[in-house]
């Protein structure tokens, strides 16, 4: 006969499946909501509500809002429009805000070119940024991709897609350590490579 319900059972697995959670981490959160039910679970709950109810992928950029169908940075006129940074995904673009260095627009690939993971450049947004360099008044495109391999190799492989010899393209500078994720960055190391950026 199982200790634990059914209901426990799958909170537990559900828990589990989560970043950075495991087994052992999905039963210690899910006993520590059980005891907190008034004070955690429920607020817990309307918050996924909410968040499931209202937050959106912005048409224009890729980020995660509730501000309609385009998010706050996309519809802020105090940002400058002609430069966007191109980054993998919505945890990057919320690490270069934190820093509160840059000032411009985003451009959320949504991953890396990968072989080994069957992710091919149909599986990126590379054509909506195609169409934005196209589009809009761009006048710089910043590549802040991870520096890993699959990072790398999705940078060489848009410089070739967006090339506009009217574009200023740049990267980060190499303050960002080679196998480093700007997720798990400091503030400071993200400004400083972001202020010494240099041609690509």
Not at 63 to 86: F, P
Not at 92 to 106: I, P, V
Not at 152 to 170: D, F, M
Request: proline content about 4%; some cysteine.
């Amino acid at each position: 006969m199982t200790m634990i319900s059914q209901e426990i059972d799958r909170l537990i697995k559900l828990l589990a499946k989560l970043p950075g959670l495991g087994p052992r981490s999905g039963r210690r959160m899910a006993l520590h909501l059980i005891k907190k039910k008034t004070s955690v679970m429920d607020p817990l709950i309307a918050a996924l509500q909410e968040v499931r109810a209202t937050v959106q992928t912005c048409i224009n950029c890729g980020n995660l809002d509730s501000a309609g169908k385009q998010c706050g940075v996309c519809l802020d006129e105090k940002r400058d429009a002609t430069t966007i940074c191109v980054v993998e995904g919505v945890d990057d673009l919320w690490a270069m805000e934190r820093s509160n260095s840059y000032k411009g627009h985003y451009h959320v690939l949504g991953g890396v070119l990968s072989a080994l993971d069957g992710v091919g450049p149909d599986d990126l947004t590379i054509s909506k940024l195609q169409d934005r360099v196209k589009n809009d008044n761009v006048q710089e495109i910043i590549i802040a991709l991870n520096a890993t391999l699959e990072g790398q190799t999705t940078a060489h492989y848009l410089l070739e897609r967006i090339y506009n010899p009217n574009i200023k393209v740049t990267r980060l500078a190499h303050g960002v350590p080679v196998g480093g994720e700007l997720d798990y960055l400091d503030d400071g190391t993200i400004s400083a490579a972001l202020s010494s950026r240099r041609p690509f």
